[in-house]
């Protein structure tokens, strides 16, 4: 098939696209996340994991946070994976409480204490690369002035993960 340069052929992403049975899924977004927003993406979240998809997310709060919700009320713990940017102490006390409901009902959650030294934001990316190594496809919740999401994306497309984005303004 004919390359773009970035990643899959169109041939190579249709039968991705046309894959059936489960999913390793990254479902990632913008902390800036309006309420209706993050009622949708708490449905997606649980359409996927009920599906039978393994969902891979992070533990910030907004969209993160709206996956993990989703995801929990699907009541199948173990199709849901938080990479966390930092230490479980370096994130916000609402991200703690729902990171500890996640630990009690048997998520996997990991923290890339290593990153603690640098900034969130940077952190933050680093994080982002080490879920998209770990799945299929990505789908990010962003929106057009957010450059941490655009490379993201750009990333998973030059690495041969399908990407959905649905950007929030």
């Given amino acids: 098939g004919e390359e773009d340069g970035f990643g899959a052929s169109p041939e190579e992403e249709l039968n991705k696209l046309m894959k059936t049975?489960?999913?390793?899924?990254?479902?990632?977004g913008t902390r800036e996340c309006p309420?209706?927003?993050?009622?949708?993406?708490?449905?997606?979240?649980?359409?996927?994991?009920?599906?039978?998809?393994?969902?891979?997310?992070?533990?910030?709060?907004?969209?993160?946070?709206s996956v993990?919700?989703?995801?929990?009320k699907a009541g199948r713990p173990n199709l849901l994976t938080v990479v966390l940017p930092q230490s479980l102490n370096k994130q916000s006390q609402e991200s703690q409480t729902l990171l500890k409901q996640c630990k009690?009902?048997?998520?996997?959650?990991?923290?890339?204490?290593?990153?603690?030294?640098?900034s969130l934001a940077d952190a933050a990316c680093v994080c982002?690369?080490?879920v998209l190594q770990r799945v299929?496809?990505?789908v990010a919740f962003a929106s057009h002035e957010s450059p941490v999401y655009m490379r993201l994306i750009e990333e998973a497309k030059q690495a041969g993960v399908?990407?959905?984005?649905?950007?929030?303004d």
């Fill in 21 to 28: 049975g489960p999913m390793r899924v990254a479902m990632l």
């Fill in 68 to 72: 993990i919700r989703g995801a929990l």
């Fill in 128 to 130: 982002n690369t080490n």
């Fill in 35 to 65: 309420f209706q927003h993050q009622q949708e993406i708490e449905l997606l979240s649980e359409a996927r994991v009920s599906r039978g998809d393994h969902v891979f997310t992070s533990g910030s709060s907004g969209t993160n946070s």
């Fill in 104 to 118: 009690n009902a048997g998520v996997k959650v990991f923290s890339l204490s290593e990153n603690d030294k640098l």
């Fill in 136 to 138: 299929d496809r990505l």
């Fill in 162 to 168: 399908l990407a959905t984005a649905f950007f929030m």
